[in-house]
Structure formats: structure tokens, C-alpha cells
């Protein structure tokens, strides 16, 4: 059964579950604790959407404060199609809230399933509900924890949820309206944030809803560990792969798994919602490191810590690029045209007739031009007049999102086919990161909109020609 949310809550691993003797009261933070007046937040980390980032459109204040934090001073201008509002946004930075809303596993009780809902009536008792038949259920109640913060992500609009997610569609952009049937959890995963130094931020799979309870039927995939205590999986999961070697210009792709509801590190799946859990994998955490992915089963979102956000390129250094690209003066090798890369602040609509195409096979760059049409090979195919391969022509856009950047290299390769164009470590890297996709397939895709890649590497290297003066 599907899982629901609420975000005054968190919930540590199976380990963290008290005995009924040893549960605790609640115990608010101290106000020594909390941020003063005028202080700069502390940011845990920053939540990126995958393939929502084009360029353009108009950034707006986030309603909550405690969880965005000023865009204004990051201003990266990566957005969604129908612009960032609210809590539905391409990015969400996570900041320490002013007063702790963490809660933790406190006592298990075993009852007869009829009685459930009495027994979860309480709004301001969050629990979780494992139904393990028509007649018995085990509920794990939680207690409020004063060192943690819980920030909640799914599909739903509703308060408890602070970072609102839409599926993204394999060509790129969000899937939006009534039509659209999302695969997304309304309440899909739930991250815990230590309130001290080093501000671990760990994953868990659902969240709690209005009611702050997380429901798992009796056709979920739910089992007793070894302890004594109760675990589960949501219907479509949530997967996360940690990159090997952090994430910068060294970084690897790793392993994908699945994140069980009290945390717990599995290995995959026959399918996405097959009733049976993969095996534990014990040297592995719900840890979330610089450059993790989390896939909600319809949107891949990257996680960002501060320290590897200092390592990425900045706006200004991302124009500075722009700039020195164009101050070159490169020139179709056939019109003899100059191009030009257009400013991110003209927004993403119709090619400037000084922008740059590439031919995605080969990588030599024109301006744009109607010959070399090849229809019997596809709408889209031209043949390049230089080497005469055959194959996608299509307009070069920089990619505006700096956080999906691994180093602040030049802008010399472009992912195939959508002519997205970043540095060659970036580029690369995402070429090989497989991203989950429908029940049990992986597919690479451009981290700027979210297109297949094709071709043999997914990118190309691009051949520019400079002035003939």
C-alpha cells in the first residue's frame, strides 16, 4: 500500500527504537539552541530536481523561510518550465529550522488490525502502522526528538510536505497537469538533519501525513528484523546511489539502492514493486554525501552539501565563460557567420540566429542552416558538410544550473542529443550515471533537461573554428 506524510517528524534507523521503559517525554529545544535574530541560517544542504533546470524564467520567494532560505543571494537561475513557486521548484535549500520538529522511535505496540484507527486518532502522536494481517498490526509510536530537523518531499500540495515534487518526463521538464498520472509518492521520503556539527542529513524512505501516521498495508512489503522490530519498503521505493569519490572532477557513479521506511540500505529489487526486499547491505548508511542521488520512482532530485557547493561554478563564473566563448569570435565554417551563445537572461525560447548547432555526432559547430537534410533517416538528421556524418543538428544551450556541475571547467562538450553544453568532467560523468527509470530500466540522461542520451559516450566533444582574420 502507498505511504503517507506529515513533516513535523523524522525517524532514525530500526537500531534508534527504544524499549517502553526507556521512552522519553517531549523535550522542546532550548532557545540557545535555535538561530538568533539576524544570524545567517545553517544550511544542511541544498535538494536539486533533475532535467527541471531550463533556463529562464522568473525566481520567486519561497512561503517557508526556515527551509529555502534567500535565493536571491545563491541566484542560480536553473527553474522549472512554469517557473519556481513556493514549494514546487527545481531546487530547495535546507536550513536549520528555528525550533527542532525531529521525531524518533519511541515504543512498539502489538494490536488486533479493527482497532488501528482508534489507536492512531491521536494528531499529535506520530506513528507508523505495519498491518501484517486482517487481524493483527504492530505500531511503532515516536517521540519527539529536540536534536533533529525533518524536512518532507512528495507529490501532494499539502502543508506537512516542504518540497514538492512533479514526475519529470524522459525528454525533459516536469509532467504537469490533471492528464499527467504520477508515479510519485504523495508522501515519498522524509530527511533527518542533525541540528549540531556536522550536520548529518540522512534519508528515509515515506513520510507522515495529516494525520502523522505511515501506513503500510498488508500487501506492502514490510518483515521483522533481527531485533524484534519492524521495517518496510514503499510501494515504488526510494533509491539512492551515493557517487564513488565524492562529487567532483574524480567522481565515479556507485551502486543504486533501496532506503527502507526506518532507513535500512538494500539492494534492489526484482521490479519496483515487487513484495520482496532485497538483501541488507550492512557496511552501507541512509548517510546522504555530496552528490547523492535520490529517485522518487518519476524524479531524480541530487543532493548538495555546502562545503561541495563551494566547489561548484558560480553565476558569475558561468558568464564569465559565456563571455570568453563568444570573445573568441568562433565562425561557422560555412557561412562564415559569427556565433554567439545568448544570454541566460533572454531566457530559453527560440534560437538567436547567432547561436551556435552541432551536428552531436561528430561535434563540429555551425551556425544554423536548412542543407544537409537526410529524411529518409529521420526528421531531425543532417549531414555535416565538413566530415559528412550523418546524424542530429541541434541549437548549443550552456547549461544554468551550477549545482549539477563537478568542477568549473570550460564549456567544451554538449550531452547528446539535446546540446546541453558543460565541461568535459561534468559531461562525462552524467554519460555514465545510469538514472532509474519506469519499473526496473536505467537510462543516462542530460541532468539540464532530462533527455535520453544516445550515441556511443551520451556527449560529444565540441570542434569550434575561430575567426579567419
Not at 482497532?115 to 494528531?123: C, D, I
Not at 525533459?172 to 515519498?188: C, D, F, K, L, V
Not at 549545482?403 to 542529443?417: E, R, T, V
Request: hydrophobic share 30%; with cysteine.
Amino acid at each position: 500500500m502507498v505511504l503517507e506524510g506529515n513533516p513535523e517528524v523524522g525517524s532514525p534507523r530500526t537500531s534508534d527504537l527504544q524499549h517502553p521503559e526507556n521512552q522519553g517525554s517531549c523535550v522542546l529545544s532550548s532557545p540557545s539552541e535555535d538561530a538568533q535574530p539576524g544570524e545567517e541560517p545553517i544550511k544542511y544542504g541544498e535538494l536539486i530536481v533533475l532535467g527541471c533546470c531550463e533556463e529562464g524564467g522568473e525566481e520567486t520567494e519561497a512561503q517557508r523561510g526556515e527551509v529555502t532560505g534567500p535565493r536571491a543571494q545563491s541566484c542560480y537561475n536553473g527553474c522549472l518550465a512554469s517557473g519556481d513557486k513556493g514549494r514546487r521548484r527545481s531546487r530547495l535549500a535546507l536550513n536549520r529550522r528555528p525550533h527542532a520538529n525531529g521525531v524518533k522511535p519511541d515504543v512498539m505496540h502489538h494490536i488486533s488490525t479493527p482497532l488501528v484507527s482508534k489507536a492512531l486518532s491521536n494528531r499529535g502522536q506520530h506513528s507508523i502502522s505495519y498491518t501484517l494481517s486482517r487481524s493483527h498490526s504492530v505500531i511503532v509510536e515516536y517521540t519527539h526528538d529536540s536534536d533533529t530537523d525533518m524536512f518532507q518531499i512528495g507529490r501532494s500540495t499539502e502543508n506537512m510536505i516542504d518540497f514538492v515534487v512533479t514526475d519529470t518526463s524522459p525528454g525533459g521538464g516536469a509532467a504537469e497537469g490533471p492528464s499527467a498520472q504520477s508515479t510519485i509518492s504523495r508522501y515519498a521520503c522524509r530527511i533527518l538533519c542533525d541540528r549540531r556539527p556536522p550536520y548529518t542529513a540522512r534519508i528515509y524512505a515515506a513520510g507522515f501525513d495529516a494525520s502523522s501516521n505511515i501506513f503500510l498495508g498488508e500487501r506492502a512489503a514490510k518483515w521483522r528484523t533481527p531485533d524484534g522490530l519492524m521495517d518496510g519498503l514503499t510501494t515504488n521505493g526510494v533509491l539512492v546511489m551515493h557517487p564513488a569519490g565524492g562529487f567532483s572532477e574524480d567522481s565515479a557513479p556507485g551502486v543504486w539502492r533501496e532506503i527502507s521506511v526506518c532507513g535500512n540500505v538494500y539492494t534492489l529489487r526484482d521490479s519496483r514493486s515487487a513484495q520482496q526486499r532485497g538483501k541488507l547491505v550492512e557496511n552501507e548508511s541512509n548517510v546522504l554525501q555530496d552528490g547523492s542521488l535520490i529517485d522518487l520512482c518519476g524524479a531524480t532530485l541530487l543532493w548538495r552539501t555546502p562545503a561541495g557547493l563551494l566547489r561548484a561554478p558560480t553565476l558569475k563564473q558561468l558568464e564569465a565563460q559565456r563571455q570568453e566563448a563568444n570573445a573568441a569570435r568562433p565562425q561557422c565554417p560555412v557561412g562564415l557567420s559569427t556565433l554567439a551563445f545568448p544570454s541566460p537572461a533572454r531566457g530559453r525560447t527560440a534560437p538567436d540566429k547567432q547561436q551556435p548547432w552541432v551536428y552531436v555526432r561528430c561535434g563540429h559547430v555551425h551556425g544554423y542552416h536548412g542543407w544537409g537534410c537526410r529524411r529518409e533517416r529521420g526528421p531531425q538528421e543532417r549531414e555535416c558538410p565538413l566530415c559528412r556524418l550523418v546524424g542530429p543538428y541541434v541549437p548549443l544551450w550552456l547549461g544554468q544550473e551550477a549545482g549539477l556541475c563537478l568542477d568549473p571547467g570550460p564549456p567544451s562538450h554538449a550531452f547528446a542529443p539535446c546540446g546541453h553544453v558543460c565541461s568535459e568532467k561534468t559531461a562525462r560523468y552524467w554519460a555514465q550515471t545510469p538514472l532509474p527509470h519506469g519499473t526496473h530500466a536505467f537510462h543516462a540522461a542530460c541532468p539540464f533537461c532530462g533527455a535520453w542520451l544516445t550515441g556511443e559516450h551520451g556527449c560529444v566533444r565540441l570542434i569550434f573554428q575561430g575567426p579567419l582574420d
